[in-house]
């Protein structure tokens, strides 16, 4: 047991006549590891981008709302005869009569 643990130490294991196979495994876990890492750094540059994505969707929201708030204001029969009576137009008091059309064929 102590032999094999000295032959790992030293590197033994890597240049004996049956070494091929051990090459093999060690490309093997280099290629996974490389496969891993990777794929780390692709979930993490995602995780990025959601983050900023959720961010510039909330100050859109929040910019919605505002802009909905304002074009309900600017709609309100007040403010519609305030900013007409600045240009000097102003409502009428007599109200709107329906006009009627009946065609017989």
Known sequence: MKNKLFNIMRGSFLVDEKSTSNWIYIFLFLILSLVMISSSHSVDQKV???ASLNEE????RSEFVDT???LMIY????S????LS????KS???PP????????N
């Not at 969707?57 to 859109?60: A, G």
């Not at 709609?75 to 007040?78: A, R, V, Y």
């Not at 329906?98 to 017989?104: D, L």
């Open 48 to 50: 990025y981008k959601i």
């Open 80 to 83: 519609v005869k305030n900013r």
């Open 97 to 104: 009569i329906k006009i009627v059309i009946n065609v017989n």
């Open 68 to 70: 909905r708030t304002r």
């Open 57 to 60: 969707i909330k100050s859109l």
């Open 86 to 89: 600045q240009q000097g137009i």
């Open 92 to 94: 009428s008091k007599t």
């Open 75 to 78: 709609k309100m029969e007040s």
